[in-house]
């Protein structure tokens, strides 16, 4: 009599180790979904008890006010306000140029996997990671007390410049890194040189990522308090800069100076700038965003 073999059960190895996948990343993706419901949150009810706190002053005179110890009711953030206007204002007109100009030749014109390229890049991949309060130490002891500038406007912008200036040059030669190789081939095909490929095919296409980050590390800037004040920035001013060599104080310095202050009405008055200058930087980022959507091209 002949033995019949059974036949071999449907279970499989394998199927147990792609269930036991599947559950990991359920868990995972649980895991993800808490931290961001996390920060959010946090995010929302920080928001929520900035403006609550600072809505009783959230008016046209906190804008055209001068700061004020003796009476809070009536004090503003005109000077900071200002003062945040001349040295962002010089910190771009010092860190642009430099920045993309930099970008382009390293990008461009450098010689591309060369020990120096290398070195360069590996510094400024280096610098972007550095704090803030290191750029403040560095513009002290250079800017502030080496050239003589003092407390100035100019002492600022140079300080914030350094800051922005890495972020600037990764942020553009990404942009440039993203516009297709044939349209320089097809210009220096036709003549052009590389100067004038970079000029009129290269920086073009990329200006809308170039505009993107530049815009983004302003915002970066425009928020920075640890090195101003580390340079010495004064944080009562009743006057408005006029010129590079002005005093100044900063809406980040001027809302540090408030948080200090024991009485309620300056508490109110800190909760009101905090909430301006969220504005002034949500501002700037719609700008960068609106840009990019504007000018980007699909390749």
Do not use: C, H
């Not at 000077?79 to 007109?93: D, H, K, N, P």
């Not at 590389?194 to 809308?208: K, S």
């Amino acid at each position: 009599m002949s033995m019949q073999t059974r036949p071999d059960s449907d279970f499989n190895p394998a199927d147990l180790g792609q269930q036991s996948n599947r559950a990991w990343d359920r868990v995972f993706m649980w895991l993800l979904f808490i931290s961001l419901a996390i920060g959010i949150i946090t995010l929302v009810v920080l928001l929520v008890y900035v403006v609550t706190k600072g809505w009783p002053r959230l008016d046209l005179g906190l804008i055209t006010n001068m700061p004020s110890i003796r009476n809070p009711e009536q004090s503003g953030v005109q000077s900071a306000l200002m003062g945040s206007i001349w040295v962002i204002g010089f910190t771009a007109i010092i860190a642009l140029p430099i920045g993309i100009l930099a970008a382009i030749y390293l990008e461009e014109f450098s010689k591309q996997g060369g020990r120096f390229q290398r070195l360069v890049e590996v510094n400024i991949q280096n610098l972007a990671a550095v704090p803030s309060i290191v750029y403040g130490i560095l513009g002290l002891a250079v800017f502030a007390r080496a050239l003589a500038l003092g407390q100035s406007v100019i002492t600022a912008s140079l300080t914030l410049a350094l800051l922005i200036l890495p972020v600037i040059i990764i942020s553009t030669r990404e942009a440039l890194r993203a516009v297709p190789r044939n349209i320089r081939d097809g210009s220096l095909a036709l003549g052009a040189t590389e100067w004038q490929t970079a000029y009129r095919q290269t920086l073009p296409a990329a200006t809308p990522g170039i505009a993107t980050g530049v815009i983004l590390s302003l915002s970066r800037a425009i928020g920075e308090a640890a090195p101003l004040l580390l340079l010495g920035a004064v944080t009562f001013v009743t006057f408005n800069p006029d010129g590079m060599l002005s005093g100044y104080t900063t809406l980040p310095i001027q809302i540090f100076n408030w948080t200090k202050e024991p009485r309620e009405e300056f508490q109110v008055l800190a909760a009101a700038a905090i909430v301006l200058l969220l504005v002034i930087l949500l501002a700037m980022n719609f700008v960068a965003i609106w840009i990019r959507n504007r000018t980007q091209r699909r390749w």
